[in-house]
């Protein structure tokens, strides 16, 4: 059965969720790239270091993104939503994103020496000291979901 998520499914299923896609799109490109992220309620929050993405993104801040728990085939949830970039610059803004990255994060890696592969460490003060780590929000205007179930 192919179906359309509720409102309540689609908060709980991006509030769930540890990784989904954005896409952007710039200067006639379009670019899709997976993003470990955190949603709190409003927005989506993510961090990056400089490179594509976050130059497209600048260009262009309105953004799509994706998500999605697949079990199989036929028994699937996706969430689309539709929102706009906005990098996070006031240092009190940017250690509360980051707590939430890393409350979200840290728990999923497995092995007790595991370290995420870049961008930050366990304590959200260190915030791009040692590299030019982007934090930004993704200020949601939209929100749909399907599902299908066997």
């Given at each position: 059965?192919?179906?359309?998520?509720?409102?309540?499914?689609?908060?709980?299923?991006?509030?769930?969720?540890?990784?989904?896609?954005?896409?952007?799109?710039?200067?006639?490109?379009?670019?899709?790239?997976?993003?470990?992220?955190?949603?709190?309620?409003?927005?989506?929050?993510?961090?990056?270091?400089?490179?594509?993405?976050?130059?497209m993104m600048r260009k262009n801040p309105d953004v799509c993104f994706q998500a999605d728990a697949i079990t199989d085939l036929?028994?699937?949830?996706?969430?689309?939503?539709?929102?706009?970039?906005?990098?996070?610059?006031?240092?009190?803004?940017?250690?509360?994103?980051?707590?939430?990255?890393?409350?979200?994060?840290?728990?999923?890696?497995?092995?007790?020496?595991?370290?995420?592969?870049?961008?930050?460490?366990?304590?959200?003060?260190?915030?791009?000291?040692?590299?030019?780590?982007?934090?930004?929000?993704?200020?949601?205007?939209?929100?749909?979901?399907?599902?299908?179930?066997?």
């Amino acid at each position: 059965m192919l179906g359309e998520l509720n409102e309540k499914q689609i908060e709980s299923l991006l509030k769930e969720l540890p990784v989904g896609r954005i896409g952007c799109h710039a200067d006639g490109i379009t670019y899709i790239v997976p993003v470990n992220f955190v949603y709190d309620g409003l927005n989506l929050y993510a961090h990056s270091a400089k490179g594509m993405k976050i130059d497209m993104m600048r260009k262009n801040p309105d953004v799509c993104f994706q998500a999605d728990a697949i079990t199989d085939l036929q028994n699937w949830e996706s969430v689309i939503c539709w929102g706009k970039f906005e990098e996070i610059t006031d240092m009190m803004e940017r250690e509360h994103a980051m707590q939430k990255i890393i409350n979200k994060v840290i728990p999923l890696m497995k092995g007790e020496t595991a370290q995420p592969s870049h961008g930050f460490t366990s304590d959200a003060s260190d915030v791009g000291f040692e590299m030019e780590l982007i934090l930004y929000k993704i200020i949601l205007n939209k929100k749909t979901g399907r599902f299908e179930k066997e």
